[in-house]
């Protein structure tokens, strides 16, 4: 399984960025993708974003992609262009799949461009991008929800469920009907998920940096996708992403970049 560092990092913005102001992800996707072209996305990718967020800490952030006839999917980048790091998620697919629909929760640290950037098994590059605007309470350095010493005790715990049966993102022509038969699988993780950025509200001291690295996910016994984690993902993060209909069980395997590993298995009934 290729694995990602996401270690691409910018300064915080010191105002709002917009969408059309291109310069933070100008160098955000030289820097993924080198001279390689963005194709347009439009038709390819439906991003599923709120127009503001209701909590930065915690915000569903998502897309539905399905590639072109002729080609399948391999990866799928989730990238918030004015995050200390911004390549906040990437999916990586052990067998490529033609349509793929997923949500993860989201710390949103201020107004930011979101780019879903899919890349196809035939080397392709499609970006579609929309904008998010916030409360503007900084949510990357916001103090936990959670004392960290009690999130210590359960860090690791798993839960994982089917979630409904996929439905299309988007509107009228931004729409993406996906047509073969898929699931959500929901995947909720225990884990405080600190940024780094964040004090212990006794000590003042800054909380070290420790979030979910990898999320490894198998279907039936076989390898299915791999999720890279950042800084970015929520506090007791959240994962919903599409599977085949015909999908009985799940294999979830997470670690952190502490090292430590936790694992479940679980029978995925109604499918």
């Known amino acids: 399984m290729k694995r990602y560092v996401l270690s691409i990092c910018t300064a915080l913005a010191a105002g709002p960025a917009f969408a059309e102001d291109n310069g933070v992800w100008d160098g955000i996707s030289a820097a993924l993708?080198?001279?390689q072209p963005l194709l347009?996305?439009?038709g390819v990718i439906a991003v599923d974003a709120p127009y503001r967020t209701a909590d930065d800490t915690r915000a569903a952030l998502g897309a539905s992609v399905a590639v072109p006839s002729g080609t399948m999917l391999r990866e799928v980048y989730l990238v918030l262009d004015n995050n200390p790091m911004p390549v906040s998620a990437v999916f990586t697919f052990d067998q490529p799949l033609q349509r793929?629909?997923?949500?993860?929760?989201m710390r949103v640290n201020g107004p930011t461009p979101m780019h879903i950037v899919a890349r196809t098994e035939d080397g392709r590059l499609f970006v579609n991008e929309a904008f998010v605007k916030t409360?503007?309470?900084?949510?990357c350095s916001a103090p936990p929800g959670t004392d960290p010493v009690l999130a210590l005790k359960t860090l690791g715990r798993m839960k994982v469920a089917l979630d409904g049966a996929v439905t299309p993102f988007g509107s009228g022509a931004d729409a993406l009907h996906l047509s073969a038969p898929l699931n959500l699988i929901a995947v909720d993780i225990d884990h405080p998920s600190h940024s780094g950025m964040q004090r212990d509200q006794t000590t003042l001291l800054?909380?070290?940096?420790r979030y979910v690295e990898t999320v490894d996910v198998g279907l039936n016994g076989a390898d299915y996708l791999a999720?890279?984690?950042s800084i970015s993902l929520a506090e007791n993060p959240r994962l919903r992403f599409s599977i085949p209909a015909d999908a009985h069980s799940?294999?979830?395997?997470?670690?952190?970049?502490?090292?430590t590993v936790s694992e479940i298995e679980a029978i995925l009934?109604?499918?």
Request: charged share 15%; glycine share 16%.
């Open 33 to 35: 993708y080198d001279t």
């Open 227 to 229: 999720l890279t984690g």
């Open 269 to 271: 009934t109604g499918s």
């Open 250 to 259: 799940a294999t979830v395997r997470m670690t952190d970049t502490d090292g």
């Open 100 to 105: 793929f629909q997923f949500d993860v929760t």
């Open 40 to 42: 347009n996305g439009d």
């Open 206 to 209: 800054t909380t070290p940096m």
């Open 135 to 139: 409360t503007g309470t900084g949510s």
